[in-house]
């Protein structure tokens, strides 16, 4: 059964940080595709970062200079380390595992607001 458990959600005030952590089980993880994803209200869900097993990283125009996103192969886990928070990055961030299939966390919040 394939798992990704996010975590490291919050408020956060702008200009502040956050690191998000997504461990997996249940998939090959060196081989997968891990990516996050967020999704605002009445928005739809929307690339933030993916690293692929050659750890090549893609990010979206949104993201650049202010997040970074990082694997750890040993622990099965990828990290995304957000920076210089903003009020329009408030949204629920998904991990995501792809290989032959995509797979889905359940969703972290992420509220920024002073």
């Known amino acids: 059964q394939v798992r990704l458990v996010e975590s490291g959600g919050g408020l956060v005030q702008p200009g502040g940080s956050l690191r998000l952590s997504c461990a997996a089980s249940g998939i090959d993880f060196s081989v997968n595709t891990m990516g996050w994803y967020r999704q605002a209200p009445g928005k739809e869900r929307e690339l933030v970062a993916t690293i692929n097993p050659n750890n090549r990283k893609i990010y979206a125009d949104s993201a650049k200079g202010r997040f970074t996103i990082s694997r750890d192969n040993a622990k099965n886990t990828v990290f995304l380390q957000m920076n210089s928070l903003k009020p329009e990055d408030t949204a629920v961030y998904y991990c995501?595992?792809?290989?032959?299939?995509?797979?889905w966390g359940q969703g972290t919040q992420v509220t920024v607001s002073s």
């Open positions: 995501s595992a792809r290989y032959n299939d995509r797979f």
